[in-house]
């Protein structure tokens, strides 16, 4: 009755430690995943970083650009303002002949 008892409570126990060494795979394969997670994470995350930077790149362009045409713009005004004069001066000359 004991090496019974004994023997069954050995197989228990050896089912105990299969269960055990299951859990600790799946634990091991869910670790596996999670890194595997982080690392794609880590990836994307510096892709985000490049992005942002090209992106704060393309926006420093687009400010130069922006600053070349209102220069440009001031310019026509000035060369406007510079034709009307020359349209005045030159009524003042038809209205003096």
């Given at each position: 009755m004991l090496v019974n008892e004994s023997l069954i409570l050995i197989n228990e126990a050896r089912n105990s430690v299969n269960e055990s060494l299951i859990l600790a795979d799946e634990s091991?394969?869910?670790?596996?995943?999670?890194?595997?997670?982080?690392?794609?994470?880590?990836?994307?995350?510096?892709?985000?970083?490049?992005?942002a930077d090209e992106s704060l790149i393309l926006a420093g362009e687009c400010l130069?650009?922006?600053d070349e045409s209102l220069i440009l713009a001031d310019e026509s005004l000035i060369l406007v303002n510079e034709s009307l004069i020359l349209a005045d001066e030159s009524l003042m000359v038809l209205l003096l002949l």
């Open positions: 091991l394969i869910l670790v596996d995943e999670s890194l595997i997670l982080a690392d794609e994470s880590l990836i994307l995350a510096d892709e985000s970083l490049i992005l130069i650009l922006a």
